[in-house]
């Protein structure tokens, strides 16, 4: 699950900015690879460990198994190498699912509040990273985050870029041209496949955190 999924699933338990920043913190540390050391605020550490428990809870369920291995099974029958196709299928899900948690207002703003309380001078101050220069890479990211505004949609072009970039740096996981064009035919079937089991998934995740969901308004196919 990425970042905004987990701001979304955060928000059932408790939608305070501190609560979601630190269930994605996590994420947004990998994305620059900033280490985290510790913090000193409750309600982030709180979130930093609902982050761990919903990516253990989210991998193992049946609904998402079985949603990459579908897609796997794609992308090899498409000529993709298992290495890239295995990430390709697990990365492209998780992304089209944060296009469905997307279709919820409340999220949106939920998110930039949380970027906003990740400031230096609110809760920022309370994040302990390895040196200054990983501190500098979460503060530059946010500010990026920040300045990009409500991710309101996500196209299937950038969808794609974003699969690529995410597996860029991992030479055996990159996508090669072929990789490439691969993915780009199945993402259009991709993303409805994902949006038809999006309410069964969360229903499943919600079951298997023990919380209660908030969100059935966002869930399942846009009409």
Request: proline share 4%; glycine share 6%; aromatic share 6%.
């Amino acid at each position: 699950m990425n970042f905004l999924g987990h701001a979304a699933v955060a928000a059932w338990v408790r939608p305070d900015p501190a609560f979601v920043l630190g269930a994605m913190l996590p994420d947004f540390c990998s994305m620059v690879r900033a280490r985290l050391l510790s913090t000193s605020n409750d309600d982030v550490d709180a979130g930093i460990a609902f982050h761990h428990q919903t990516d253990a809870a989210f991998h193992s369920l049946a609904s998402f198994v079985r949603l990459t291995s579908a897609a796997f099974k794609e992308l090899l029958e498409g000529g993709v190498g298992r290495g890239p196709a295995r990430a390709a299928a697990h990365v492209s899900t998780e992304l089209l699912l944060d296009a469905v948690t997307m279709r919820d207002p409340a999220v949106l703003v939920l998110y930039v509040d949380a970027l906003d309380a990740g400031a230096e001078d609110v809760l920022g101050r309370h994040l302990r990273f390895e040196d200054d220069q990983h501190a500098a890479r979460w503060a530059r990211l946010r500010l990026r985050l920040r300045n990009s505004g409500l991710p309101s949609s996500w196209e299937q072009a950038r969808i794609a870029d974003r699969l690529s970039a995410a597996l860029a740096c991992r030479p055996k996981l990159a996508l090669d041209e072929r990789a490439e064009q691969a993915v780009g035919v199945l993402l259009p079937r991709w993303r409805e496949r994902v949006e038809g089991a999006s309410e069964a998934l969360f229903s499943e995740l919600s079951a298997r955190l023990g919380v209660v969901r908030k969100d059935r308004a966002w869930l399942g196919r846009q009409e």
